[in-house]
């Protein structure tokens, strides 16, 4: 699949991406980010972009780990010899 530019808004702030994601994906992961900061944002206080998008890349990746974590779990589970 042939990479497209692909403009989305996080935090205020315009990117552009090349990606082979359908737009609907990147449209779907670009909200889920800025949810999480503007969120980070209110809760934690932070007013810098930097330290709102570490917070929010730390909090993302514990959500990634945790699903790895039991994944894992399940899948060796129900397949162990």
Do not use: C
């Amino acid at each position: 699949m042939e990479k497209t530019a692909v403009t989305v808004k996080i935090f205020n702030d315009e990117y552009t991406l090349k990606t082979d994601l359908p737009r609907t994906d990147v449209d779907a992961i670009a909200a889920m980010v800025d949810k999480k900061m503007q969120k980070l944002a209110t809760s934690q206080h932070l007013v810098t972009t930097s330290k709102v998008a570490v917070w929010a890349a730390l909090d993302l990746a514990g959500e990634l780990y945790t699903l790895r974590r039991e994944y894992r779990r399940k899948w060796y589970k129900g397949n162990s010899p």
